[in-house]
Each structure stands twice: as structure tokens, then as C-alpha cells.
């Protein structure tokens, strides 16, 4: 079977890898362009730990084939800092604990930042059901949902002064 | 609402209790962090395992040749390349294993006990062929009578999963194989006169289904086999130290040829203590001369690994009138899977432990049947034999008319009280917890109609151990701890605290390392609560050492004697002679190193004594659909003695996540088998853990009431909080709908059928 | 002597039911050699199974010393396993 030629766009760089036609866009980001903090954790879109961005649509990458990533934009969790600096979300979760062995906390991060960038200020309640599809078994959630809340806080801050 | 209990008046700590961001954040929020299948390594393989599609079968045949003559396959292996081991007990950490038995778990020999269990694994260039090799293998199966409940493997003529199993712990010994690895009984006074003669008697039969921990890493590692017979192992789990003592006792190595690397650990509870991959691996890796990779599917690891014991039991409880517990009388059968599990002994003994009981008398049974061997799951074993004495006392209070914390309180375990087991309870802190639970508004908030407010206890014992850490200064004076404990939930950051505490130092300035197994000594593994507390001590124990040192170094610069300096501030400070006054920090005694005695370091190994259980009370308020059976869990309050905490952040977070667990434990999950004794729900979607969406904010209350026996007090906190949960959840629906309930998970059509039962 | 009560299902399988063991040993090690000689077998499976409390405090070092009076209890060893995150 030949493998298939994809060039995307991913956290702002053009890349291009090879991929066999069943791949998913997780398998690419991780083994072929090295983007491993992608999770796989069910490889059936119920976790959410390999949440990636998608031509603005957040995505399970898992659910997703490489080959349709030709063309398209995608942005993954080592994309979220900017250089050394971390993203309010990413800082949020540091301050208040909000992650325990780690592994679903790209995915989580990800999804909640693509939550602030199209509504500044949700509430507990959406938040939780817009990170319904995020399983977390660690932490409870409950520590999770304040650090995106400070972070929409904090976000909202910085647009109001900027 | 923690403010009341913080007792931070009488803490002296400057770093202890704070909440610093933990080491090795940045690289987890970043995605940098490596885990279980992020390790590459050169020229690595990629292994499949092919599962049997049985839950009982006899293997009459394997034949790989196609498979081997496939393209790109480089090695299979089956349990023909295992040593054949005899049955051998070997002490493993708290227990013990048998060393046959956890061979054949990774890799069947004869016969296939769940549907999962492996019996060939493949090594290839891409995980495609290895996946297509596995499709080539003819294996040819005598598919045997399964049995996957308590009735079914206990049945006369039941079939029989060991035919060299004996039941132990009869009076006589049995001469008939039994799929009953243990009957245990234990207890004290006369239950059965003190129940005859109670004023008021509540009894019940309970059951909860066998759970799995649901850690979103699935099992994974790499293993590199070398021509001269030396290892390494990267890999995911609770113990580098255990895999690397059960692959060398399973492969017949030598433990100090197997180097095993802990890569970052995406979630464990028990369920990351066992091994299923990793000496497959190294003998893939043998015979194609090249590392291997194994990593399960999620399907896998719902099929192949975990779960906790579900549990049938049988509750008797007799009080007097003013609600004081006279006798108890309970038995319990664990369905412990394919092999004898260790959940009998742990849920017996705790089971009334958080209670003064006179008269009682609690048997446990180990049963087994044909899914997956089961793991430990946080506070194993207790949660089940828990639930049915939280649901009967809460059924107490009710018939006495007495307040359900208040009942609990004049029951309650208090220090110096004789346990079941004949030992006196040390500094325990179960009546605090009561106290702080009733006075918490939410026991007090008014509820709405369709709701209920349900109270539970719990307790787990906690452990200790062997544990080692060292301590290096680097020549700048900044510290590096290393220990071999697996850090699963934040305990680098606690390491931190407490070395930073011990030298007066800043908290940035120690770094904390988690070693391989040939660059640390030996620590038991993560788990039983005892990270925090046993390598805590060694880590303490460390500094003081390394103090130590660098008084003695810096008297010898200032040519006085020891007693004549003082560590204050980070610092060793003069107190007489010409020099009196003058001050050594760490960094300009460590540049000296090499002027007087050499590198400042030191290392501890040490058997941690003296651990305390910890207890929990929890309060949870449920909404039930009247229409449909549906629960919300719609308020939660946990209140656990934790001890000290020494990172509040992560021991609330222990609490909020054992609290989750043990509310999907009670509401939705649950092992389904169809009718071929298969697994039915092996992912996400079916085996449904809860969501961000199902659960409201989990209020913690920490009651600090320090361990005497360690420096800053800390008891041990991860495992506590999945004990309460099951009863508080099922008395709260209980109230809520006016009918007791007794099988979890509490599903809406199980709650909707006993609501219909009413009518 | 150190008094050793030990419960099930220790007392049954090596001490025949024996409530109370009067046995002189100067610490835990001695202690299980001791009772191998009373019930041939103990001593194997102590290591795997068996955990002791010295005066009602768990111990798990043998080579603590005993006092003379010291009242020791054994029984099985409960499997911790997990626990954190």
C-alpha cells in the first residue's frame, strides 16, 4: 500500500509527512511530526485527550484521517504558548492544580482555549458541558472548571486593558 | 471552606501547606511530558498481542508459522518462550503474588481464563504488519463453559478455572478443586446473641459490580534486550522497582541486569501495580534484537487489565435503642476474576474499622470467574465492604429517629479504642471529620422536592515501607532530591516542600528527579498511600543528613567545633570563637567541596514506620427523576483527617477525584458481559465514568490531625476518598426516594424499577 | 516470653486454633523462627503473608527489638495498591 503526501499547516509552520491511506491525524502529528503531546487514550473520540484544532473546529484527531489534513490548518497543544510564554489557560491550570497525572491535560487545555476564543465568558455550566468530551479521572473536574473560569477572567482582563 | 480546619495558627511552616506550582508542570501543560507510548527509541519495533476471543478455552494449538513468515515480522512470541515457572509465592510490597500465576496473566500456556487474555504477541516494523501478522496466527480453541458471577462460580459443577486451587482457610481442607480461592473470618465477642437480644435490627443484601480504575493512559512500554542479557525498560506504572522485580522473577534475569525507566504515569489507582506487557516485550525484543514497543487499546485495557472486585454481600446489624451498634455480622464474596485476588483480607479488616464494634464477626470470600485478574483500585477492596455498613447504618438512623452523623458519633473509632484486629487506634481523626461534616452549612442547606441528602464514612488503612532518596547539593548550593517513587498525582511538588522545609530553603531551589532503577535504591512502589508519607521521611531524613554534613564542614572551616554552629535560614551560622556571628550559605560551603570532605550528599534508605489510617466523611445531595429514574448528584461535600497537608492543592485534588470515582462507582459503572461471557462495553462510550457535566464542584474540608510519627504530620490521603462515596451516594438516592437500595450502579432503570415497586 | 495472639487465618492453619502464643524471642525474626518450630510452615509464609503490631503500633522491622512482656498480634497483610492520581 503507498503511503499518501500531506502538507498542512500546523501551529503555523508548513509541514509535510507521508501517511498510510487508514492513518489518523493523531498517528501523523505523533509519529510522524514528532507531536506527541496529543493523547491517545480510546483512539474512538470518547476522551478527548488528543483534542487538536482543525481549520477552527475542535477535533478528537483520532477520529480524523491524516489525509484529510491536506491543505488545512491545525493547531495542537505545542502550539497553545507562545515561545516561553504560557497561555492563560496553560498558567491557570499550574496555579490551581487543575491537573494530577497530566495525560489528559493537552486535550483539556486545547478544548478550554478554544472555549474562551469564541466565548469570553461562559458559565460553570458551560464549561462543563463544553468539556464534557474530555474525560479526566483524576481530578474530579471540579478544579479544572476553576482554572478556565480564572482564565476567562484573566483573559477578559487583559482585552478590557489592552 | 477549608479556613476552619486549616489550623494554620499553629503551623510554624514557612513551605508546608503553601501551594506552590508543582516542578514538573510546565512540562505537562506544554505536552512535553513523556509518557508510556511517547518513548521512541532507535530502531524500534512495534508489537501487537493477539487476545483470546474466549473467556474460558484450552489453547490444543498455536501455529505462527505464517505469521513468522510474514514480511516485516521480526519475532513472536508464545507462552512456549516463557520459563515454565512451578507455582511459586514470592512478597510482593504489602503482599504477595504468585509468580506463575502473573506469568500466565501475561501470556497464556494452556488455557485462556477471560476474553483478552493474551496468547501470542508479534514484533514488526510498523504496527500495521504487526496487526496483519496477528490475523495469521491459527490458534485452535476447546471453548469451555464460562462462569462470570458469584452464583455461576460457586455453582456444584461449576466449572473450574484452576484445577490445582484448593479453597484455603477451611476448617477442613478440601480435596476438590474450587473457583473459591479463600474463605477469611474474622472478629470478636458473640455477634449472633448481641443481634438477638438488639433493640433494633437492619439487615440487607447488597452487591456493587466490578469497576475499572479508567486511568486515560492505557498500559504501555518499550523494552530493549542486549546480546550480553542486559535490559531496559521504559515504561508507565505505579513501580519501575516492581516491574523490574517481576520481569526478572518471570524471565529468570537477574534484577540487576534490568534497567527499568519510569516514563510520566497518565493515571494509575491501583490498576498501574500489576505487570501485563512488559516481559512480553523483552522477549519480543530478544529474539528480533531490537527494541519493542507493546501498548495496549483502550478495548485492551478494559478486557486485559484492571478491574476492582465487584461484591456480593450479606449485612446483619443489631443496635440499641440510643443507636449504639451492638452487633454485626457480615459475609462478603469478592468476584476477583481469573486469579485469587488480594481485596478479601483488605475489605474484611476494613470494613468496621472506622466503627467500635464489641461483637462482630465478618467472612470474606475470594471468588473467581473468567474476566480479567483484578488490580487494586484505591483503598481496594474497602469500598465495597463499606458501602453495605454505611447503607445499614444510615437505614438505623432512620428506624431510631436519630441524625445520621450523630449515630456515626457515637460509634465512631476513637484513639486508643481496640480495633477488630486487637490494636489500639493511634492519633485518628474519624470524629473530627464527623463534627466538621455536621457543621458544614451544606449538612444544614434545605433541600428540594425529589432530593435527598445521604452521609457515609469510610477509612483505609495507609501504608509505610521501604523507600530510599537521596540528596545532592550541586556546586552551587541548589538541591536536587531524587527518589524512585513514580510521582502519579503531584508528589514531586511535595518532595519539594518538604526537603525546601527541612533546610529553610527556597522552594525553587530544590529540583526533584524521579530515577531509574540503577540510579536510586530501592523504593516500593506508588501506592497505598504512602508516597508522601515513607519517601517523604527518607527525603527529610535526607536533608538532615545533608545538614548535617554542612555544619561539620563549615566548623571545620571556621576550625571550631560542630557545636558550635547552627543551621538557621539555609545557612550555617557561628556561634563562637573569633568567626562567632559569621555565616556559611550552602553555596559557598558546596564551592568548597573539593577543599574539604568532597560532594555533599547523602542518601537514605529506610523502612517507614509508624503510619496512621486516614478517614473520610461525605455528604452528597441527589436529585432523582421521578419519571425516568435519573440521578444527579446536584452537592458534595468530602471531609477526610488527611494529616498534614503538605501541598493542599493536590490533596484536595486527591479528594475530588477518589470523591468522582466513587460517584461512577455508585451511579454508572459497571462490567457488562453478553451472553459468550464477552465484555460489552470495553470503551468510553458504554462504560460510561462521569463528565465534567455530571458532577457538581467537589467542596473539600482537610482536617489536619498530624501523624506523630512523621516530621510534618502527613497520614497519607489518596485513597480514602473512594471509600465513602458508594454509601453516600446510595443513601442520598435512598432518601430521596423513600426506598432503601441495594445493588450498585444506580442506573435509572434499577431506580426506576424499585420507585415503580412502591406503587 | 512476648505473648503472640494470632488470628486468623494464622492460628488456624499453623497453631491449631491457639489464642494466645507464650513464645521467647528478642525481636520479630526470632519471633517467626520461633513459631515455625510451633507451627512447621509459619515461617515461609510469614514473609508473604503475615504482618505483626508490637504493643498495638504496626511493625514491619524485624529487627526491632522486643521487650520481654511485649504483646504481639499477627495477622494477614493487607494489599494497599494504589492510590494516588
Not at chain 2, 480546619?5 to 512535553?32: C, H, I, M, N, W
Not at chain 2, 500495521?128 to 485452535?140: F, G, Q, T, Y
Not at chain 2, 522545609?501 to 525553587?508: F, K, N, Q, R, V
Request: glycine share 12%.
Amino acid at each position: 500500500m503507498s503511503k499518501i503526501m500531506v502538507s498542512a499547516q500546523v501551529n503555523g509552520d508548513t509541514q509535510q509527512f507521508l501517511c498510510d491511506p487508514g492513518a489518523s491525524l493523531l498517528d501523523a502529528l505523533r509519529d510522524e511530526l514528532g507531536l506527541t503531546g496529543s493523547k491517545e487514550g480510546c483512539g474512538s473520540g470518547d476522551c478527548g485527550a488528543c483534542t487538536v484544532v482543525f481549520d477552527g473546529q475542535m477535533v478528537c484527531s483520532c477520529l480524523v484521517l491524516a489525509a484529510e489534513a491536506e491543505g488545512r490548518t491545525i493547531a495542537t497543544i505545542e502550539g497553545v504558548a507562545e515561545g516561553s510564554e504560557l497561555h492563560p489557560v496553560q498558567r491557570k491550570f499550574l496555579e490551581k492544580g487543575a491537573l494530577q497525572c497530566g495525560f489528559c491535560t493537552p486535550g483539556f487545555i486545547v478544548a478550554s482555549k478554544a472555549l474562551l476564543d469564541h466565548n469570553p465568558d461562559p458559565s460553570e455550566s458551560e464549561v462543563r458541558y463544553w468539556l464534557a468530551g474530555n474525560l479526566c479521572r483524576c481530578t474530579g473536574y471540579d478544579k479544572i472548571v476553576r482554572a478556565v473560569l480564572d482564565a476567562a477572567a484573566e483573559l477578559r482582563q487583559e482585552r478590557v486593558s489592552a | 471552606m477549608n479556613a476552619p480546619q486549616d489550623k494554620a495558627s499553629f503551623k510554624p511552616y514557612r513551605l508546608v501547606g503553601t501551594r506552590p506550582v508543582r516542578p514538573d508542570g510546565v512540562e505537562k501543560v506544554t505536552g512535553k511530558a513523556i509518557y508510556g507510548t511517547d518513548h521512541v527509541a532507535a530502531g524500534m519495533l512495534h508489537g501487537a498481542i493477539l487476545r483470546s476471543p474466549h473467556p474460558h478455552a484450552r489453547i490444543r494449538s498455536i501455529d505462527t508459522k505464517k505469521a513468522e513468515a510474514l514480511t516485516g515480522v521480526k519475532a513472536v512470541v508464545t507462552g512456549a518462550d516463557f520459563p515454565n515457572l512451578a507455582s511459586l509465592e514470592i512478597a510482593l510490597g504489602e503482599s504477595s503474588g504468585n509468580i506463575k500465576t502473573i506469568s500466565r496473566n501475561c501470556m497464556a500456556h494452556d488455557k485462556v481464563l477471560y476474553e483478552g487474555h493474551a496468547l501470542a504477541a508479534v514484533a514488526a516494523t510498523s504496527s500495521v504488519i504487526a496487526e496483519e501478522a496477528l490475523a495469521l496466527i491459527e490458534v485452535d480453541y476447546e471453548v469451555l463453559p464460562h462462569v462470570l458471577t458469584v452464583e455461576q462460580a460457586l455453582a456444584p459443577g461449576a466449572p473450574v478455572l484452576h484445577d490445582d486451587m484448593f479453597t484455603k482457610g477451611l476448617d477442613q481442607t478440601p480435596t476438590t478443586p474450587s473457583n473459591a480461592a479463600l474463605k477469611f473470618t474474622m472478629g470478636r465477642g458473640d455477634p449472633d446473641a448481641a443481634i438477638a437480644a438488639a433493640h433494633t435490627v437492619v439487615s440487607g443484601k447488597f452487591s456493587a459490580l466490578a469497576v475499572h480504575q479508567g486511568y486515560i493512559e492505557p498500559h504501555a512500554c518499550v523494552a530493549s534486550y542486549n546480546a550480553d542479557g542486559q535490559v531496559q525498560v521504559w515504561a508507565s506504572s505505579q513501580g519501575a522497582f516492581m516491574i523490574r522485580t517481576l520481569c526478572a522473577s518471570i524471565l529468570g534475569l537477574s534484577q540487576a541486569d534490568i534497567r527499568v525507566t519510569p516514563l510520566e504515569i497518565g493515571g494509575g489507582f491501583g490498576g498501574k501495580t500489576k505487570v501485563y506487557l512488559e516481559p512480553v516485550a523483552i522477549l519480543l525484543s530478544r529474539k528480533s534484537g531490537r527494541p519493542v514497543r507493546l501498548a495496549m487499546s483502550r478495548a485492551d485495557v478494559f478486557r486485559a487489565s484492571g478491574p476492582a472486585p465487584g461484591v456480593v454481600a450479606d449485612l446483619t446489624v443489631g443496635a440499641d435503642a440510643d443507636g449504639t451498634i451492638t452487633g454485626v455480622v457480615m459475609e462478603f464474596k469478592m468476584l476477583s476474576g481469573a486469579n485469587p485476588g488480594n481485596d478479601t483480607h483488605s475489605g474484611a479488616m476494613s470494613a468496621l474499622a472506622h466503627y467500635n464494634v464489641a461483637n462482630c464477626r465478618v467472612t470474606g470470600w475470594d471468588v473467581l470467574c473468567n474476566s480479567a485478574a483484578t488490580a487494586a483500585y484505591r483503598a481496594p477492596g474497602a469500598p465495597q465492604t463499606i458501602f453495605p455498613v454505611e447503607c445499614c447504618i444510615d437505614e438505623l438512623a432512620q428506624k431510631l429517629g436519630i441524625d445520621p452523623i450523630d449515630i456515626r458519633l457515637k460509634n465512631a473509632a476513637r484513639p486508643g479504642d481496640i480495633g477488630i484486629m486487637g490494636v489500639p487506634a493511634g492519633e485518628i481523626g474519624y470524629v473530627e471529620c464527623l463534627e466538621a461534616a455536621k457543621a458544614h452549612p451544606h449538612y444544614s442547606a434545605p433541600l428540594g422536592p425529589n432530593q435527598g441528602r445521604g452521609i457515609a464514612g469510610g477509612t483505609w488503612g495507609n501504608y509505610g515501607g521501604p523507600s530510599t532518596a537521596t540528596v545532592n547539593l550541586s556546586e552551587d548550593g541548589s538541591v536536587l532530591v531524587t527518589t524512585g517513587s513514580p510521582d502519579i498525582g503531584g508528589s514531586r511538588a511535595s518532595m519539594a516542600i518538604m526537603a525546601a522545609e527541612t533546610l529553610e530553603i527556597d522552594y525553587d531551589k530544590v529540583r526533584v528527579t524521579i530515577a531509574d532503577t540503577s540510579s536510586i535504591g530501592y523504593s516500593m512502589l506508588t501506592g497505598g498511600s504512602r508516597t508522601t508519607f515513607a519517601t517523604g521521611k527518607a527525603v527529610i531524613q535526607a536533608c538532615e543528613e545533608v545538614i548535617a554534613t554542612l555544619r561539620a564542614r563549615a566548623a571545620g572551616m571556621w576550625n571550631v567545633d560542630v557545636s558550635q554552629t547552627e543551621w538557621r535560614g539555609g545557612a550555617v551560622h557561628c556561634l563562637s570563637g573569633d568567626k562567632a556571628g559569621a555565616e556559611l550559605t550552602m553555596g559557598a560551603i558546596s564551592a568548597k567541596a573539593g577543599f574539604s570532605g568532597g560532594p555533599i550528599a547523602a542518601e537514605v534508605a529506610l523502612n517507614a514506620q509508624g503510619y496512621l489510617p486516614g478517614f473520610g466523611v461525605h455528604i452528597c445531595d441527589t436529585e432523582v427523576d421521578p419519571e425516568t429514574g435519573h440521578v444527579s448528584v446536584i452537592r458534595y461535600t468530602a471531609v477526610q483527617d488527611v494529616g498534614t497537608a503538605i501541598h493542599p492543592d493536590y490533596v484536595e485534588g486527591q479528594m475530588q477525584g477518589g470523591a468522582a470515582q466513587g460517584i461512577g462507582w455508585a451511579l454508572n459503572e459497571g462490567y457488562v458481559f453478553d451472553k459468550a461471557g464477552r465484555v460489552d462495553n470495553p470503551g468510553f462510550l458504554d462504560y460510561r465514568m462521569p463528565v465534567c457535566s455530571d458532577l457538581p464542584m467537589i467542596d473539600t474540608v482537610m482536617v489536619e490531625k498530624p501523624n506523630p510519627a512523621h516530621p510534618f504530620g502527613v497520614k497519607g490521603a489518596g485513597e480514602v476518598p473512594i471509600v465513602p462515596p458508594l454509601g453516600a451516594v446510595a443513601n442520598a438516592v435512598s432518601r430521596a426516594i423513600g426506598l432503601r437500595l441495594y445493588d450498585l450502579p444506580l442506573t435509572p432503570d434499577r431506580v426506576y424499577a424499585v420507585m415503580q415497586s412502591r406503587q | 516470653m512476648a505473648l503472640v495472639q494470632p488470628l486468623a487465618p494464622f492460628a488456624g492453619q499453623f497453631f491449631g486454633g491457639a489464642e494466645v502464643l507464650d513464645v521467647a524471642a528478642s525481636n520479630l525474626f526470632a519471633m517467626v523462627d520461633a513459631l515455625d518450630k510451633l507451627g512447621p510452615g509459619f515461617g515461609e509464609d510469614a514473609v508473604l503473608r503475615a504482618a505483626f503490631a508490637v504493643d498495638g503500633v504496626m511493625q514491619t522491622d524485624w529487627s526491632a527489638p522486643l521487650s520481654p512482656d511485649a504483646q504481639v498480634m499477627l495477622f494477614p497483610r493487607v494489599a494497599g495498591g494504589l492510590s494516588r492520581g
